[in-house]
Each structure stands twice: as structure tokens, then as C-alpha cells.
Nanobody
Framework: QVQLVESGGGLVQAGGSLRLSCAAS????????MGWFRQAAGKEREFVAA????????YYADSVKGRFTISRDNAKNTVYLQMNSLKPEDAAVYYC??????????????????WGKGTLVTVSL
């Protein structure tokens, strides 16, 4: 079993930056591809970014490419999402996800093995 706990959410002004963290409890963290998803009020959960087991491959939604960076530190069992140039439309609950297959994460939320409970990001004008 893998338990995921997100942190780092909060209130930030448009144009600002925020770094989210997702801590995993399992000893097999390096066996999982990781991803970030988000869900804004009144909208469906959407894919944001994914990273492969060793961090060699990343994939981003077009809406965040060039602004967000996903990374991982397997020694710390943690995945990060560095968010720069934040926009009001980035405001959402951000969820961490884990799956043994990278392509499952990049395709979307269907069939993903594990989810965190989310951390709220609010962006003010």
C-alpha cells in the first residue's frame, strides 16, 4: 500500500510561485510513476503533470507547460510540483497520484492506483 499526503498549498498572488509536495509512505516509492491532478470548483478533475519512476521522463498538460515543473526525490519518497507564473485559473485542489505504469498517469485519472486527499491552491488577482 502507498499512502500519499500533499502539502504546500495556500494563497498566492497572480504571477507568484508555489511549491507543492507529496510525501509517500511506501518503501517501493521508486517503483511508481507519479502525477499531479487538479480540480477547480465546479469543474472535473484534470491532469496537470506526470513523472516516471526515476524522473527521466515528464509530461505536462498544455495549460501548465513552461510554467510548472514536476520533480521527484526517491531518497525522500517525495514528488514536487513547482508552480511559477500562477494564474487565477490555476486555483484548484491539487491531488497527488501514483501508479506503477507511467502511461496510466499521463492518460488521465482512470485506473490510477493511489490518490492523495489534496491540497488547496488559491490565486488572487
Amino acid at each position: 500500500q502507498v499512502q500519499l499526503v500533499e502539502s504546500g498549498g495556500g494563497l498566492v498572488q497572480a504571477g507568484g510561485s508555489l511549491r507543492l509536495s507529496c510525501a509517500a509512505s511506501g518503501r517501493t516509492f521508486s517503483s511508481y510513476a507519479m502525477g499531479w491532478f487538479r480540480q477547480a470548483a465546479g469543474k472535473e478533475r484534470e491532469f496537470v503533470a506526470a513523472i516516471s519512476r526515476s524522473g527521466g521522463n515528464t509530461y505536462y498538460a498544455d495549460s501548465v507547460k513552461g510554467r510548472f515543473t514536476i520533480s521527484r526525490d526517491n531518497a525522500k519518497n517525495t514528488v514536487y510540483l513547482q508552480m511559477n507564473s500562477l494564474k487565477p485559473e490555476d486555483a484548484a485542489v491539487y491531488y497527488c497520484a501514483a501508479d506503477r505504469i507511467f502511461e496510466v498517469v499521463t492518460r488521465g485519472r482512470g485506473g490510477i492506483d493511489y490518490w492523495g486527499k489534496g491540497t488547496l491552491v488559491t490565486v488572487s488577482l
